[in-house]
């Protein structure tokens, strides 16, 4: 009777274990998987602390940058044109505050009244910038902004003042792409008539908002 008891434990012994078997490979699997994870989102909170301290020396580099420019600029006779690299004979606006530089180029000397296309196919202008970008700026985020005055569309194949001063950045952007200049750092925007820096009431405060803007980006 006792032997028949003990093979009946036995037996349900090992029913128990047969029952257990799979659920024991269940939790194998969630727990490798939640490793597996657990490693994953550690990695990328690693990266996400790398990045961010190196985007932090970065601003803060710039910051100098922006600062030593303002001291020089400040401190001395000469102008942003020259702190910048840009040169004499361009106008150039430093604003620290902003963390910009702009070059400002009248529209007459890039392009014909009504036209988007650039007037030369080498524009000594656009090269010289081209190349400080190149030397003094790389890496950095840079706007090329089209601008124009108020006089409607009346001729010319454009719908309206917008699509002008896109279609004229765009040339700029492409001109500048096209000789090195990186395509993740450079986009172009139309601003029409809709910031003007002199008044459009006289001839020439239109020739002045006639123009496109390179902008850098020094943070």
């Known amino acids: 009777m006792r032997s028949t008891n003990k093979k009946t434990i036995a037996l349900l012994i090992c029913l128990v274990v047969f029952a257990l078997l799979p659920g024991c490979t269940n939790w194998e699997k969630k727990y490798q998987a939640l490793s597996v994870e657990h490693e994953n989102l550690k990695g990328l909170l690693d990266r996400e602390r790398s990045e961010k301290g190196q985007l932090a020396n970065r601003i803060s580099q710039d910051q100098m940058t922006i600062e030593e420019l303002q001291r020089q600029i400040e401190e001395s006779s000469k102008t942003p044109a020259d702190v910048t690299g840009f040169g004499e004979g361009y106008d150039v606006?430093?604003?620290?505050?902003?963390?910009?530089?702009?070059?400002?180029?009248?529209?007459?000397?890039?392009?014909d009244s009504g036209k988007a296309e650039l007037k030369r196919a080498t524009s000594t202008e656009?090269?010289?910038?081209?190349?400080?970008?190149?030397?003094?700026?790389?890496?950095?985020?840079?706007?090329?902004?089209?601008?124009?005055?108020?006089?409607?569309?009346?001729?010319?194949?454009?719908k309206d003042n917008w699509e002008?001063?896109?279609?004229?950045?765009?040339?700029?952007?492409?001109?500048?792409?096209?000789?090195?200049?990186?395509?993740?750092?450079?986009?172009?925007?139309?601003?029409?008539?809709?910031?003007?820096?002199?008044?459009?009431?006289?001839?020439?405060?239109?020739?002045?908002?006639?123009?496109?803007?390179?902008?850098?980006?020094m943070r």
């Open 93 to 111: 606006a430093f604003d620290p505050s902003a963390g910009t530089i702009t070059v400002t180029l009248p529209n007459a000397i890039l392009f």
């Open 164 to 217: 002008l001063s896109a279609q004229r950045a765009l040339s700029v952007l492409r001109y500048l792409v096209k000789r090195g200049i990186s395509e993740k750092d450079i986009k172009a925007v139309g601003c029409g008539e809709s910031l003007p820096i002199a008044s459009n009431s006289t001839a020439s405060g239109r020739a002045k908002n006639r123009r496109v803007e390179i902008v850098v980006h």
């Open 126 to 158: 656009l090269d010289h910038i081209r190349s400080v970008l190149r030397d003094k700026y790389a890496g950095k985020r840079v706007d090329v902004v089209g601008h124009t005055d108020t006089d409607p569309i009346k001729k010319s194949k454009w």
